[in-house]
């Protein structure tokens, strides 16, 4: 099985360019990377996954951001807006109340627009150009909207986004229509969105970079690569486990191949692998239907609901990558409430972390895996947190404290705060 810990290193094709191809996760099917634009496998629809001659080890990353990995990406530059290298906070308070051995945050609202989406499209938009494409498209709740719009308008290219109509959080429409994107509001859910998205990109409207794109996955591995630095840094071990928001399983598919790649690499034990958790809210959750069955495959969700509208998704597209991720490094994927999500919210709030529901979603999970017995008190975790707060600041206002009404004086002031 090509996406296993152990699988060897495959042969080079003839159809790399410089090194570089693209393999179908499927049938094994290779593609030369920058001819044509290709989403999925020609022969048999299947994902489609970037393959390297030359895997990097941590010596070969230089600099700061995204393109510190250049040496495991595709292009060696992007369209870039100072993407990546992100804070992993200590939370001691949250730590002791969640109770493990170390507990880190990897905000990746700290990133240009807000969320991790941005390392995807850093290298996403680069690879457009690289195909001579003009106009670029996405399917979105909400943030890799935001992103395509931002990176779009850097690299000078057409944007078109399309938005579950009254779903999508505020910050996130106001950057997408800012940063100049032309915003098709769509009478449907985010699944609905992404069919039709995908439809335009076959018929050649536009190029997708929704994370069926193999090419923004790429850019994603940078979060693990950062994370492990970080942790060996400063435990001298990488973290037993990462805790992430799971929507259509982008981000949990790419901490995976750059797991698998240092494993391949040879800079990584298969067993010293961090284990991948996977968190859904209860109410878009068919990743953890497929784990708890012990699926192959998901089944689609017609019916999705939550606050945590970035991960308002069932249908995730990445599930063929993610679900080998999460069995083979010994991960699982939990399901929380919104209100454990908004518990969690206010939690970080509370260490100085602002964040948006989806986000908050990685700590109530663990925090359920600890109090279940899964988690152990002895394991060194990271929680990724993928969007920032003010991307939903109705969320905050609503899961935060009311304003208090007081007079225009310093006495009514002072009686009030003496709750005269
Ligand atoms: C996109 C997004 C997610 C979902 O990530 P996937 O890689 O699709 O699983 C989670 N949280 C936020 C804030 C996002 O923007
Ligand atoms: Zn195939």
């Given amino acids: 099985m090509s996406l296993s810990l152990s699988a060897d290193q495959p042969a080079v ?36 996954e970037v393959r390297y001659a030359d895997l990097p080890t941590f010596a070969d990353f230089e600099g700061r951001g995204v393109w510190r990995y250049g040496a495991s990406l595709p292009l060696e530059e992007g369209v870039t807006i100072r993407e990546g290298a992100t804070p992993l906070y200590e939370v001691p308070r949250l730590e002791e ?15 240009p627009t807000g969320s991790f989406k941005d390392r995807g499209m850093t290298v996403g938009v680069a690879v457009a150009k690289e195909l001579g494409v003009d106009r670029l498209a996405c399917a979105s709740t909400g943030n890799t909207s935001a992103a395509l719009a931002a990176y779009g308008s850097r690299g000078g290219m057409e944007t078109l986004v399309l938005l579950p109509a009254g779903k999508v959080a505020a910050g996130k429409v106001a950057q997408a229509s800012l940063h ?3 915003i098709l509001e769509v009478d449907g859910n985010f699944d609905a969105c992404l069919d039709v998205v995908q439809e335009l990109a076959a018929k050649g409207e536009a190029y997708l970079l929704n994370s069926l794109n193999p090419f923004r996955l790429e850019g994603q591995k940078t979060i693990g690569l950062e994370i492990l630095e970080g942790f060996l840094a400063d435990y001298d071990a990488v973290p037993d486990r990462i805790v992430l928001p799971v929507g259509n399983a982008g981000n ?95 939690d970080l709030a509370g260490e100085g972390i602002g964040v948006e529901p989806a986000s908050a979603a990685s700590v109530a999970g663990l925090r359920k895996l600890r109090a279940d017995g ?13 969007g920032h707060l003010l991307k939903d600041p109705d969320a905050a206002a609503a899961a935060g404290r009311d304003p208090e009404p007081v007079p225009a004086d310093t006495e009514g002031v002072l009686a009030h705060l003496q709750g005269e």
Wanted: charged letters at 30%.
């Fill in 13 to 48: 094709p003839a159809d790399a360019d410089d090194g570089v191809w693209l393999e179908c996760i499927e049938c094994g099917e290779t593609f030369a990377p920058f001819e044509d634009v290709r989403y999925t496998c020609d022969e048999c629809d299947g994902l489609l």
């Fill in 97 to 111: 109340s969640v109770g493990v051995e170390a507990l880190r945050i990897k905000h990746e609202g700290m990133n």
């Fill in 180 to 182: 100049g994107a032309r």
């Fill in 252 to 346: 949990t598919s790419a901490l995976y191949k750059a797991f698998r790649e240092l494993v391949q690499a040879g800079e990584l034990e298969e067993g010293e692998v961090p284990k991948l958790v996977g968190v859904q809210a209860e109410g878009a959750a068919p990743m953890v239907e497929a784990i708890e069955n012990g699926a192959d495959e998901v089944r689609r969700w017609d019916d999705v609901e939550t606050r945590a509208t970035a991960i308002r998704i069932g249908n995730p597209v990445n599930a063929p990558k993610a679900l080998p991720g999460i069995r083979e490094t010994g991960g699982t994927a939990i399901s929380v409430t919104d209100e454990e999500i908004t518990a969690a919210q206010r």
């Fill in 374 to 386: 899964v988690v152990s008190d002895d394991e060194r975790v990271a929680c990724l947190t993928t």
